[in-house]
């Protein structure tokens, strides 16, 4: 079973809190147990919900913050035609 607080008082700032219910572990555990792991049918429903929150037509989720950066640096290539290499010194250029 799951702990929750509501509240903790810290003498430090913490590297993030955490609000996880037992109903989050029972849908992390179905995952785990699925034949998906990263990807299927709760991604899928995770992004429709992004899209259905946001407004937005589409929504892609990632499994880190690297992947994020990675995909935004891509789109803003795409839809600019920017050329990221101008904007490196050349000793960076690859």
Known sequence: MVKEKKSESFD?????????????C??????L????LTTGP???KFEKS?????GAR???TCAN??????????SWIHFTGCKVGNYFPQ????
């Open 12 to 24: 430090f700032i913490p590297y993030g809190r955490q609000w996880v219910n037992t109903e989050d």
């Open 26 to 31: 029972e849908a992390v555990g179905e995952v």
């Open 33 to 36: 147990q699925s034949a998906y």
């Open 42 to 44: 709760e991604a899928a």
């Open 50 to 54: 992004l899209c259905d929150l946001t």
């Open 58 to 60: 589409y929504a892609v």
């Open 65 to 74: 913050g690297t992947a994020v950066l990675h995909l935004a640096c891509l």
């Open 91 to 94: 000793k960076f250029r690859v």
